[in-house]
């Protein structure tokens, strides 16, 4: 079971992240909106009142498998970030990458409890998908996927 605290833990810890190394560099403005973004999420305990369920981790489109003939599902590919967590999560990529249309026809599929906050917690986490990008550059040691994943979230914001 995971318990709400620890599912906040992440969080406060990946903002801590930013905190050290995203807010230095970037402009007043827009550290403001990176503060807001991530304070209202992390400050909101209905954000952390969700059933967990076993969930994908990174759900996109690029791991769906649709037979071309049935227009139907066949598949989900590479479970390598599955874990007990948010179901709000695997929605992400949907909502980042899809009509609003078809999210909406995969949430009415959805078989699992859809709370009173889903949505607004699939929006955060499609939010910090740039810096989820930053994260991996300096990892990786690339400053083209911080600098890609700054200008993301700079363009997201305008």
């Known amino acids: 079971v ?8 992440e969080y406060l810890d990946f903002y801590q992240w930013v905190q050290e190394s995203v807010l230095p560099v970037v402009s007043g403005e827009i550290g403001k909106m990176v503060r807001n973004l991530w ?27 649709i037979d071309p003939v049935s227009q139907r599902l066949v598949g989900v590919i590479d479970w390598g970030d ?17 009509s609003a249309e078809f999210v909406s026809q995969a949430l009415e599929s959805y078989a699992g409890p859809l709370d009173g906050r889903f949505c ?3 929006a955060f986490y499609r939010d910090i998908i740039p810096f989820h990008q930053m994260r991996y550059g300096l ?16 363009s997201s914001q305008i």
């Not at 995971?2 to 833990?9: E, F, G, H, M, Q």
């Not at 209202?40 to 498998?65: C, K, M, P, W, Y």
């Not at 690339?142 to 994943?149: I, M, P, V, W």
């Open 139 to 154: 990892e990786l040691g690339d400053g083209r996927f911080f600098a890609e994943g700054l200008q993301a979230f700079e």
């Open 2 to 9: 995971l318990k709400p605290d620890r599912w906040r833990a």
């Open 120 to 122: 607004e917690r699939m």
């Open 82 to 98: 599955a874990r007990v967590g948010d179901p709000a999560l695997d929605f992400t990529g949907l909502l980042a990458s899809c």
């Open 39 to 65: 304070e209202a999420f992390l400050n909101s305990e209905t954000n952390f009142q969700f059933e967990a369920a076993l969930i994908h981790g990174d759900l996109g489109v690029e791991h769906i498998l």
